[in-house]
Nanobody, 121 residues
Framework: QVQLVESGGGLVQSGGSLRLSCAASGSIFAINAMGWYRQAPGKQRELVADINRDGFTNYADSVKGRFTISRDNAKNTVYLQMNSLKPEDTAVYYC???????????????WGQGTQVTVSS
């Protein structure tokens, strides 16, 4: 059906930057919101940021001013630019997309496989 492929994770020092990308492919009529979530060891998955088709964004308080989410609707791709990274940003980052597979049907939620982001102090 729909595949989300993430890239861009890795190891970075505190204060550094990384850019995550997530491309959606498959049988897609339209994509509503796209977003990034993260899950640290022993913690629940949490929203980092999301963006709707019109470009309206929403951020977790912990990343405001440091992370920027954007999307390219023509490429069905969402990005997360992460600056001023902190050790507490270390987590597996997951891409999410709310997809309409067929016109005039409810959206469905799809997840990427996750990409590890590790910030060393």
């Amino acid at each position: 059906q729909v595949q989300l492929v993430e890239s861009g994770g890795g190891l970075v020092q505190s204060g550094g930057s990384l850019r995550l990308s997530c491309a959606a492919s498959g049988s897609i009529f339209a994509i509503n919101a796209m977003g990034w979530y993260r899950q640290a060891p022993g913690k629940q998955r949490e929203l980092v940021a999301d963006i709707n088709r019109d470009g309206f964004t929403n951020y977790a308080d912990s990343v405001k001013g440091r992370f920027t989410i954007s999307r390219d609707n023509a490429k069905n791709t969402v990005y997360l630019q992460m600056n001023s990274l902190k050790p507490e940003d270390t987590a597996v980052y997951y891409c999410n997309a709310r997809v309409i597979l067929v016109k005039i049907t409810p959206q469905e939620s799809f997840w990427g496989q996750g990409t590890q982001v590790t910030v060393s102090s």
